[in-house]
């Protein structure tokens, strides 16, 4: 992802919950393509931080898709996305294959309709696991975006944690007070 000028990266297209592809229109503003590959769906304990973000006592069932965002078919973020089972079992979600339309816009269609989002940012240096999948150097930093998504009365329905490479990257929140 590395360009003369930085990625401006703006999250209203990922949590709107209209229909399509954020990723695929964000790569395509920058002059590329942008893909994604499912590396794998589950329902696994929640990790404490996600168990957190979504308001669940540790260790309560949630459903986690785990996806590679490519650039021209160059890894750029580890998106790992996590539902709480009692909402995402039995739907799209918990399935292994594409959500048409977003993961966003099916919560909509099930009733969870987007109401206001949290996002917390930070960097760090990237893990051994994280520079094989995103073919980084060893010394190499990520940046980290977990990011919350409410429906209607604060009811947190998607916690995901992307870690992106950093190069080049910058992330920009436009908020209305």
């Given at each position: 992802m590395t360009n003369a000028s930085p990625w401006t990266s703006v999250s209203m297209p990922y949590v709107s919950g209209q229909r399509g592809d954020a990723w695929g229109a964000e790569a395509a503003a920058h002059g590329g393509t942008g893909t994604?590959?499912?590396?794998?769906?589950?329902?696994?304990?929640a990790?404490?931080?996600v168990a957190?973000?979504?308001?669940?006592?540790?260790?309560?069932?949630?459903?986690?898709?785990?996806?590679?965002?490519?650039?021209d078919d160059h890894p750029v973020e580890?998106?790992?996305?996590?539902?709480?089972?009692?909402?995402a079992r039995s739907t799209r979600l918990a399935e292994a294959r594409k959500i048409p339309g977003g993961a966003v816009a099916l919560l909509a269609d099930i009733g969870h309709r987007p109401s206001h989002v949290r996002e917390d940012v930070s960097a760090r240096l990237a893990t051994p696991d994280e520079q094989a999948l995103?073919?980084?150097g060893v010394q190499s930093c990520v940046l980290l975006l977990a990011r919350t998504l409410f429906a209607e009365k604060d009811l947190p329905v998607e916690a995901s944690v992307m870690t992106m490479t950093a190069?080049?990257?910058?992330?920009?929140?436009e908020l209305t007070p």
């Open positions: 994604q590959k499912l590396l794998g769906v589950e329902e696994v304990p990790p404490a931080v957190h973000m979504l308001g669940l006592a540790a260790d309560d069932p949630v459903i986690v898709r785990r996806r590679l965002m490519l650039f580890i998106t790992d996305s996590y539902y709480p089972a009692a909402i995103l073919r980084l190069d080049g990257r910058r992330l920009r929140y």
